[in-house]
């Protein structure tokens, strides 16, 4: 079975600095993992993924997760946090390479303070 | 990019009628639509996976009678509520998966929509 830990129901910090949101992942077979962010009342945004290849994936407004194999997981990460960074950040994992079954985590609220 | 509609984005409802909420991918054909539950606080559990023009799979505890899924064309799906209740009241959101050869196919969501059962 597939299952995803989000240690951190809240995370905070100070415009400008770097951001960690972690996401820990326990699959059977190769993981896909993937970065979500919802703002309120909206559905999910789609913020980068990793299937293979480097371990340090980009994806959008300046995010970057890095996997980890060994410690079977995939940060979420930003060198330089924005207010408008503010959201719920879900990390997903699937054992379909197409998207499918997805599990959930149970999201991180990231608040950027001014 | 892939662009996932939801119709309505609000839904007020007395309980006990039928709500009917559409899904729709804008810019691609999808062959698999998901349909996801959200309560407030709390992360997306899905419900049921739908493929076009066959019946859809269901999850652990969702009801199939309750929870009606058409997925008639590949680029709409509907979730109809029927008979619904207070409990049922939550944030519905869609999303459509397109296929492209052996490649990951990366979920695309809809805005979600809100239902709430008097």
């Known amino acids: 079975a597939q299952s995803v830990a989000q240690p951190e129901d809240q995370v905070n910090v100070a415009e400008g600095n770097p951001l960690t949101v972690k996401c820990t992942y326990s699959?059977?077979?190769?993981?896909?993992l993937f970065w979500y962010v919802q703002y309120p009342n909206r559905g999910l945004q789609f913020l980068l993924k990793?299937?293979?290849?480097?371990?340090l994936v980009k994806g959008s407004y300046g995010f970057e997760a890095e996997f980890n194999k060994s410690q079977t997981s995939f940060h979420l990460k930003k060198p330089s946090a924005l207010v408008s960074d503010s959201a719920l950040y879900f990390c997903?994992?699937?054992?379909?390479?197409?998207?499918?079954?997805?599990?959930f985590g149970p999201g991180t609220r990231l608040s950027v303070l001014p | 990019g892939a662009v996932v509609s939801q119709h309505p984005s609000r839904v007020i409802c007395k309980s006990g009628t039928s709500v009917k909420i559409e899904c729709r991918s804008l810019?691609?054909?999808?062959?698999?639509m998901f349909w996801y539950r959200q309560f407030p606080k709390q992360s997306l559990m899905l419900m049921a996976t739908?493929?076009?023009?066959?019946?859809?799979?269901?999850e652990q505890g969702v009801e199939k009678d309750k929870f009606l899924i058409n997925h008639a064309s590949l680029t709409l799906s509907t979730l109809t509520v029927t008979s619904a209740h207070p409990e049922d009241s939550s944030f519905y959101i869609c999303?459509?998966?397109?296929?492209?050869?052996?490649?990951?196919?990366?979920?695309?969501f809809g805005p979600g929509t809100r239902l709430t059962v008097l």
């Open positions: 997903a994992v699937s054992q379909s390479r197409r998207g499918q079954n997805f599990v």
């Open positions: 699959v059977s077979g190769n993981p896909y």
């Open positions: 810019d691609f054909q999808a062959t698999t």
């Open positions: 739908s493929n076009e023009g066959s019946k859809a799979t269901y």
């Open positions: 990793y299937i293979t290849g480097d371990n």
């Open positions: 999303s459509a998966s397109r296929t492209s050869g052996g490649s990951t196919d990366t979920q695309y």
